[in-house]
Structures are given as C-alpha cells and as structure tokens.
C-alpha cells in the first residue's frame, strides 16, 4: 500500500494506491488521524489505484469518518473501481458517505 | 479430491500475507476471473483474521489453509484449534443506518458469506474447520 497526500484548497487528498488489508489498514488509519489531529477538516479519498480492501480497510475509513464528524468535518471519497467499488455497495457506505467517480468532481462538489 | 497447496502456520497477523500467497496462487491457477480472485481473497482474509483475534485468547496457535479441487468446486478449507466459533450463525450487520449509528466491525463475515457459493463450518477433534466452497466458473 502506497499513501500519497497534497493539499487542493481547503481539502487535502489522500490517494491510496496498492491493498488495504488487515496488515495496511492501521497504517492508513494513522495517516488519516494525523491529518485530523493536524487540524484538516475535508479528507478526499481517491481510491482510483485501489486493487483490494477488506473489512480492516473500511474500518478504518469508518474510525476515522466518524472522527472528523465529531470535529464537524468530512470524509468523502472518490474513484472506486471493479472489486473495490463492490465491496463498498456490499457494505452499504454509499449510504454513509459522499461518493464521487472522479476527484475533479469532488473538488466541485466542496 | 486433490490438494493443490497447504499452507500451516502461526495464526499471527504477520503471516496473512504468507497465508494470502498461498490462495491467491492456487485460484489464479484455477482460471479464475479477477474479480472472482478478489472476492476469494476478501473471504479468506476476513476468515483468517477472525481466527487471529478471537480463536486463541489464551496463547497461541497455529491455522492451517489448504486449497482442494473436488469435481469442478474449488474448496479453501481453514482449520484452527482454538475456540469453538461457527462462523456460519453471527447475524449479519445492519448495512443501511446512518454513520452515527454505524458499529464498527462485523462486515467480514457478512462478506464471506455473502461472496462465497457455500460456507461450511463443523467442529471436529476439537478444531474448527471452516470451508469455503466456490464453483468453477463457466466459461
């Protein structure tokens, strides 16, 4: 799992390249709640290069979704493809979350 | 029945790759979809952290994978010698409430049962034996 994050305006863009399992997971867990402990309040996901995520992986989406809520923040997320995009339907985070096909449109939607 | 592979080792989240090689090699060999490789990674993974976090709560143990072939049924057997836990009778998470209400956890093995074409579980010479069985897919 490779974790790349930049700054557009007032969101900071997390893309996640690779394989989130139960071994990634808690990684990208820190990664996210650094970035709310740093004060970020609008985390965009781009999972565009997403090959596999199980239920660690949205755990630790949700953990930290659930976090920044509680900071009157937002997680939303973007680019889910084939497999990764099924599992997210299965698990019903459409539901819980803001899902954009691509980043760009996610920007907008900020 | 025929083996294809055999995998034993400590039921440690360290090894879940290990573990994870051993099945993701035996499905690709099998001509399996990609998609269908992913689904059978994503239910192995969760059956194998379960055991890893609840089989041994008083030491450790080992798990044991093997991959079967029976007529066209590809079989990912698991076996610990934990607890007894059958996998097969926890109730499915609620997947529609709101993010507040949502609980962390109990998606795994909503998505094992959900993805695999059977799962099997029985308890035997004090061990668990978990089976997931997926059909070979038509071509």
């Known amino acids: 799992m490779e974790i790349q994050t ?3 305006s007032k969101t900071t863009i997390i893309s996640v390249k690779g394989r989130i399992d139960a071994v990634t ?3 990208l867990e820190k990664n996210l709640f650094d970035l709310i402990a740093q004060g970020e309040t609008a985390l965009l996901l781009n999972l565009q290069e997403l090959d596999y995520i ?3 992986g949205l755990r630790s989406i949700l953990s930290a979704a659930k976090q920044l809520k509680a900071k009157s923040g937002e997680l939303f997320i973007a680019g889910l493809q084939g497999s990764v995009r099924d599992v997210f339907q299965m698990s019903g985070f ?15 939607a900020e | 029945m025929s083996i294809l592979s055999r995998q034993k080792l400590p039921a440690q989240l360290e090894y879940l790759q290990e573990f994870m090689m051993t099945v993701t090699s035996c499905a690709q060999d099998q001509g399996f979809s990609k998609k269908r490789i992913r689904e059978i ?3 192995t993974e ?3 952290v379960n055991i890893f976090n609840y089989s041994y709560p008083e030491g450790e143990g080992e798990a044991e994978i093997t991959c079967h072939l029976e007529g066209d049924t590809f079989v990912v057997e698991i076996i610990d010698e934990g607890i007894p836990f059958d996998i097969t009778t926890v109730t499915d998470p609620d997947v529609t ?6 609980k962390i956890g ?7 049962k959900k993805l695999m074409d059977e799962v099997r579980y029985r308890r035997e010479n004090n061990k668990n034996i978990l089976r997931l069985i997926i059909k070979k897919e038509s071509s």
């Open chain 1, 6 to 8: 930049r700054k557009e």
């Open chain 1, 25 to 27: 997971a808690p990684r």
């Open chain 1, 54 to 56: 199980s239920s660690a």
């Open chain 1, 94 to 108: 459409y539901t819980i979350f803001r899902i954009f096909e691509l980043v760009e449109e996610a920007l907008q």
């Open chain 2, 41 to 43: 990674e994503l239910s």
């Open chain 2, 46 to 48: 969760e059956a194998l």
């Open chain 2, 97 to 102: 409430v709101d993010i507040s209400q949502r």
């Open chain 2, 106 to 112: 109990g998606l795994g093995i909503f998505f094992l």
